[in-house]
Every structure is written in structure tokens, then in C-alpha cells.
């Protein structure tokens, strides 16, 4: 379990905040002071994730100007995803942090995918529902294999106002419908088309983002189970990036949180297979 801190002090405006995050194929990394991006990284060698993830912070660090020491926290995406490249990123933010003595936060990875695919859209004039026409909500996802997606549901409020240029924009717009999972696809969509249809406050628009390639007629079924109920689907891929790492991990540190670097573990939310297999072997003797 991930402890929560209240870090001392009065929560203010923050300093620079080094973001990373592996689970998924992307290594994305950045350095992000008070909404603006200093620098950023995105590899998607995710079999080098290992070796490239401190070299690459430490250039962004030298490129972005920043010491370590002056940094007002690190944030980073703790899954759910895949288990050896969430354990990357985690276990050198916690090493980073206790070296470095700064604050470490940790985010949802899928909120991040979600909340990143989203600024993204609104800054091209392609996001935020019409707040006559209900919310915006947000469905990201990471392929899990055999028909299974690691998902979550979130929704935005008010367009752009709930993504707006301020870095850690206010909590008021963005919340979370269902929590991070892992789910069998079909019946995902099965679920979010009940959950719009007998929604009090029915969506605008439902953005599915993330990693689209193997889901993509999961999505098309999706989008005709609205159509039925006057509602719009949309396919929005999009490949984590740590600007969406840090913005969140800012509204953390705002309100003085911070997480303990000993206690601090990803969200695996299943078992690796390799100890799924040992279990169910185990069982069988």
C-alpha cells in the first residue's frame, strides 16, 4: 500500500517538478515549472527503459537548467501498466528522491494518459464537450492481453476550463467515475455504454485515448451503442507523455501532499503472469 504524507509547510506555488513514467512502451519523461514545459522525452525503446531512464534524466535536468537539489518534488506514474517498466520508473524516483531529499509524488498512470490526451485535444480545438451538451468523459487505455485492457473513467467538465494553461489547474472539473483496473474489453463497453445511458448527467462526448491499436472494433462498438442514445464516441489515440505526469503530480504537491519513498509501490493490480503460473502450479500439487 502507497502512504500519503502531508509534506511541512503551506502548500504554494511549486518550483520545477521532474516527471517520469515506463509503464507503458513510452519512456516519457519531463521538467515542468508552473505549466511550462522546460524539457521533455519520449522513447519508445521500451527494452532499453533499464538503461536509458538516468541518462535521460539527468540530460533533461541539464537541459531544462535545473539542479536536482532546487527541485520542488518528482513525479511519477505508478501504473497500472506493465510490471517491469512501472517498476523502473518507480524504484529510481524513490532513489532520486531520498538522494536528492525532495518531495515524490506518485499519479495514475491512466489518469495521466487520460488527462494528457485531453489538454492535448483542447489545445488543437479538437477537446472538451460543449458544456450545454453535457461533460466530456474520458476512457483511457493499456493493452493487458488476452481481451483485457487496464482502464479507468474520467471526466472532465467545462472544456477547456478543466485544462487549462495554469499547470495544476483546479481539481473543480476533472473527477474520476471508475477506478484504475484491469477489464475484459467487451464488457467494458458494455458498461460505459450503461453508465452514459442511465447517467443523470449524460456525456457530451466519451474520448477513448491511449493505446488503441488492438481495441480499435471494441471502440467502434462503443461508438455505435451511443450513437443509439444520441451520443458521441471518440477515438483519440495518444502516447504518454510527462508534461501529463507532472501536471498532476503539481496538483498533489499544491495541496501539500507528498508520498513516503520507502513505503511507495506501483499499482500492480494483477499478478505477473510468470507468478500467476507458479500459483496455479502451486495449486495443482
Do not use: C
Not at 468523459?137 to 476550463?161: C, F, I, K, S
Request: avoid cysteine; charge should be negative.
Amino acid at each position: 500500500m502507497t502512504h500519503s504524507v502531508k509534506m511541512a509547510g503551506s502548500p504554494g506555488k511549486p518550483g520545477a517538478i521532474l516527471a517520469l513514467d515506463t509503464s507503458t512502451a513510452a519512456l516519457a519523461a519531463a521538467v515542468v515549472r508552473g505549466g511550462e514545459v522546460l524539457a521533455e522525452v519520449q522513447s519508445l525503446a521500451e527494452r532499453n527503459h533499464s538503461v536509458q531512464t538516468v541518462p535521460q534524466l539527468k540530460e533533461l535536468l541539464v537541459s531544462a537548467k535545473v539542479a536536482p537539489e532546487s527541485l520542488a518534488g518528482i513525479a511519477v506514474g505508478r501504473g497500472p501498466g506493465s510490471y517491469t517498466g512501472m517498476r523502473i520508473a518507480v524504484t529510481v524516483a524513490k532513489t532520486l528522491s531520498w538522494i536528492w531529499n525532495v518531495p515524490l509524488v506518485g499519479v495514475s498512470s491512466l489518469e495521466a494518459l487520460a488527462y494528457g490526451s485531453f489538454r492535448s485535444a483542447v489545445a488543437a480545438g479538437r477537446g472538451g464537450a460543449d458544456a450545454t451538451a453535457g461533460p466530456e468523459w474520458l476512457v483511457p487505455l493499456m493493452d493487458a492481453r488476452r481481451g483485457q485492457v487496464y482502464t479507468a473513467l474520467l471526466q472532465a467538465e467545462g472544456g477547456a476550463n478543466a485544462a487549462s494553461a495554469g499547470a495544476a489547474a483546479s481539481d473543480e472539473g476533472w473527477t474520476r467515475k471508475a477506478d484504475d483496473g484491469i477489464r475484459l474489453m467487451h464488457e467494458w463497453v458494455e458498461e460505459l455504454a450503461d453508465l452514459a445511458a442511465g447517467s443523470n448527467s449524460p456525456p457530451g462526448a466519451v474520448r477513448i485515448t491511449g493505446d488503441l491499436s488492438l481495441h480499435e472494433a471494441a471502440a467502434d462498438r462503443l461508438s455505435g451503442l451511443l450513437a443509439e442514445h444520441g451520443m458521441v464516441a471518440v477515438k483519440s489515440p495518444y502516447v504518454m507523455e510527462g508534461r501529463a505526469i507532472a501536471w498532476l503530480g503539481e496538483r498533489r504537491l499544491l495541496r501539500g501532499e507528498a508520498d513516503e519513498p520507502h513505503a511507495f509501490v506501483p499499482n500492480y493490480t494483477q499478478l505477473a503472469e510468470a507468478e500467476v503460473k507458479l500459483l496455479a502450479k502451486r495449486r495443482g500439487e
